[in-house]
């Protein structure tokens, strides 16, 4: 790819090419691919490795999500519904209370009941779902937990293992404070709305929290983005979610919008 990957912009800190709204269009793709593989795919398509080094750019700075290695297809004969028993771990968010920036909670035990296909685990030990790194059970919403993760590094130009492991405790404590300009990368220099910005923050919280039940779906995140988090509380789930019971996707998948339509 023409841009190579996001993770070498921001560890190159190329701000000038890497600015607000080309990161929220990056963010706003991301989410749009991951949705049709989960979504409008049959069957659907479990990534499993999502990052910023997985995301490359062309030259308009569209995102293309690679290195499908680790990808599993949730073939129905594969396909368990069921307990994905596992764990919420240090670093975790809080269900209660996603939109005061929790810390981090300690360990406790955790039972999620999802169609999931058994796996070996692989990734980083922190970086994925704790429940998927617990069990092997891997879900659709292992992918979303990614995606949080990744959300995070875009928001902050850092790499996921430079903030320890109380990152949470870290920008909780940042937010609480009113200190936005140290949770968003410095070499934005200030150029992006601040509440867009937090309301990002608390999205990326969402996706990453604990317990996968709380994840919104994909097709969810696509929904709040597109809205570009003005209107949408990622918050408070009467916003932007329907009830339980209603299946049908939040988001037909039209083609991606222009440069300029997006921003």
């Known amino acids: ?115 999931y296909v058994n796996t070996v685990v692989r990734g980083h030990i922190g970086y994925g779902a704790p429940e998927y790194m617990a069990t092997g059970k891997c879900t659709l919403k292992a992918d979303v937990y990614l995606y949080g993760n990744m959300l995070l590094e875009l928001i902050s130009g850092r790499p996921f293992f430079n903030f320890g492991r109380r990152r949470n405790d870290w920008i909780s404590r940042c937010m609480n404070e009113n200190k936005l300009e140290r949770v968003v990368d410095p070499n934005l220099q200030g150029n992006y709305p601040a509440e867009e910005a937090k309301r990002l923050v608390r999205l990326a919280f969402l996706c990453a929290d604990g317990d996968p039940s709380v994840r919104p779906k994909m097709s969810e995140v696509v929904m709040m983005l597109e809205n570009r988090l003005h209107e949408l509380d990622p918050s408070n789930r009467s916003s932007w979610s329907r009830s339980e019971g209603d299946s049908t996707p939040y988001y037909s998948f039209p083609p991606s919008p222009s440069l300029e339509m997006a921003l």
């Open 1 to 115: 790819m023409v841009n190579r990957s996001l993770d070498f912009l921001l560890t190159q800190k190329a701000v000038r090419q890497l600015d607000w709204p080309i990161r929220m269009r990056i963010a706003s793709g991301v989410a749009r691919g991951m949705a049709h593989m989960h979504d409008q795919c049959h069957p659907s398509i479990i990534h499993r490795d999502v990052s910023c080094s997985n995301i490359l750019l062309n030259a308009e700075f569209e995102p293309v999500l690679g290195d499908f290695g680790l990808a599993r297809i949730m073939h129905e004969r594969d396909v368990v519904v069921g307990n994905a028993e596992g764990s919420i771990g240090l670093g975790s968010v809080s269900a209660a209370e996603v939109g005061e920036y929790p810390p981090s909670l300690p360990i406790s035990p955790q039972c999620y009941q999802d169609a």
